[in-house]
């Protein structure tokens, strides 16, 4: 009896001994600040380490570039189990980025993370993303997601499914059925990607336009539709809606009277302008109007069409079918 107890007592205390080296190494390679930590084998294979109150930091020479904290870890041979996760991700050259989370994964050896439950997303600009998983890409620095995805920011609301987001340069990329609902329009697409510091948006397949009523004037206009292949759009500043719009490939403008096509088509919103060129075409009931370029003022309804060296001004006016 008496060698039973001192074999358990012998094999209890290398289990602790062993879960203290452990600690003690993790704690060197990731910086780990541990207020109480007891050893138990647990939910993963091998020794695992509860910890409680962790903080990972990560750093370059310089400056620390990704702190993550729990309320509660399990520390295995390959893997970190994390619960109730506050993470910061700092940019060189841009505000930081807070995440939180109900739990994560974090792979001991890549550094790599998988984030889900709840995942939040918040940065100074202000810009705020809400999904159900991010993984995290350590060396690319990149975090990724393929579930639904919802952006708000003072521009308005951008949701889609699939989505890539650089931590240090803070561009955004919607891989499947983006859709932006902004104070001024609305706009679709297949693909999406937000330019950070260029003010910049860029959609990709099947783009398409729709410019609200509150942006229209009073001159009877009730909806414009664009459509296009390829839709760019530029903001003059921080926190200001795109001011500038160019749809290019296959362009269409529809409004309840006319459609407008040509090859290329530039929306100034402060003007309430539309310029379409290249091979430019209004057709409005049996009116064929034809140049190289056409302006249309939607806030006033009014309409100018030029010609070019080549290709010069033609309007064919038919008289209205009688009854």
């Given at each position: 009896m008496i060698r039973v107890v001192v074999a358990a007592f012998k094999y209890t205390l290398i289990a602790a001994i062993a879960s203290m080296f452990f600690a003690i190494v993790y704690n060197q390679m990731y910086n780990v600040e541990v207020d109480i930590f007891s050893s138990e084998v647990g939910k993963q294979e091998g020794l695992v380490s509860?910890?409680?109150?962790?903080?990972?930091?990560?750093?370059?020479?310089?400056?620390?570039?990704?702190?993550?904290?729990?309320?509660?870890?399990?520390?295995?041979d390959t893997v970190m189990e994390m619960k109730k996760i506050n993470a910061l991700f700092r940019p060189t050259d841009n505000s930081p980025?807070?995440?939180t989370a109900n739990q994560a994964l974090l792979d001991n050896n890549s550094r790599d993370a998988v984030f889900t439950g709840n995942v939040k997303v918040v940065s100074k600009r202000p810009f705020l993303l809400f999904t159900e998983r991010l993984d995290w890409a350590d060396e690319e620095r990149m975090l990724k997601t393929t579930r639904r995805v919802r952006m708000e920011s003072d521009e308005g609301v951008v949701t889609g499914r699939g989505l890539l987001l650089n931590v240090d340069t803070q561009d955004v990329t919607v891989l499947k059925t983006l859709k932006a609902d902004m104070k001024r329009r609305i706009i679709t697409g297949d693909r999406g990607e937000f330019l950070n510091q260029e003010k910049k948006m860029n959609v990709f397949g099947h783009a398409e336009m729709v410019q609200k009523e509150a942006d229209l004037?009073?001159?009877?206009?009730?909806?414009?539709?664009?459509?296009?292949?390829?839709?760019?759009?530029?903001?003059?500043?921080?926190?200001?809606?795109?001011?500038?719009v160019v749809a290019e490939g296959n362009v269409r403008i529809l409004t309840e009277k006319r459609e407008i096509t040509?090859?290329?088509?530039?929306?100034?919103?402060?003007?309430h302008k539309i310029v379409v060129t290249?091979?430019?075409?209004?057709?409005?009931?049996?009116?064929?109007?034809?140049?190289?370029?056409?302006?249309?003022?939607?806030?006033?309804?009014?309409?100018?069409?030029?010609?070019?060296?080549?290709?010069?001004?033609?309007?064919?006016?038919a008289p209205p079918k009688d009854d």
């Amino acid at each position: 009896m008496i060698r039973v107890v001192v074999a358990a007592f012998k094999y209890t205390l290398i289990a602790a001994i062993a879960s203290m080296f452990f600690a003690i190494v993790y704690n060197q390679m990731y910086n780990v600040e541990v207020d109480i930590f007891s050893s138990e084998v647990g939910k993963q294979e091998g020794l695992v380490s509860k910890m409680y109150r962790s903080v990972i930091t990560e750093k370059n020479p310089k400056d620390e570039i990704l702190k993550l904290s729990a309320l509660e870890s399990f520390v295995g041979d390959t893997v970190m189990e994390m619960k109730k996760i506050n993470a910061l991700f700092r940019p060189t050259d841009n505000s930081p980025l807070k995440l939180t989370a109900n739990q994560a994964l974090l792979d001991n050896n890549s550094r790599d993370a998988v984030f889900t439950g709840n995942v939040k997303v918040v940065s100074k600009r202000p810009f705020l993303l809400f999904t159900e998983r991010l993984d995290w890409a350590d060396e690319e620095r990149m975090l990724k997601t393929t579930r639904r995805v919802r952006m708000e920011s003072d521009e308005g609301v951008v949701t889609g499914r699939g989505l890539l987001l650089n931590v240090d340069t803070q561009d955004v990329t919607v891989l499947k059925t983006l859709k932006a609902d902004m104070k001024r329009r609305i706009i679709t697409g297949d693909r999406g990607e937000f330019l950070n510091q260029e003010k910049k948006m860029n959609v990709f397949g099947h783009a398409e336009m729709v410019q609200k009523e509150a942006d229209l004037g009073a001159a009877g206009v009730e909806s414009i539709n664009i459509k296009s292949d390829k839709l760019e759009a530029w903001s003059a500043s921080e926190g200001e809606e795109y001011e500038t719009v160019v749809a290019e490939g296959n362009v269409r403008i529809l409004t309840e009277k006319r459609e407008i096509t040509g090859d290329l088509t530039t929306v100034y919103t402060p003007e309430h302008k539309i310029v379409v060129t290249g091979n430019a075409v209004l057709l409005e009931e049996t009116n064929d109007l034809r140049g190289e370029k056409i302006i249309y003022f939607y806030d006033r309804d009014d309409i100018i069409i030029s010609g070019g060296e080549e290709n010069r001004a033609r309007m064919i006016i038919a008289p209205p079918k009688d009854d």
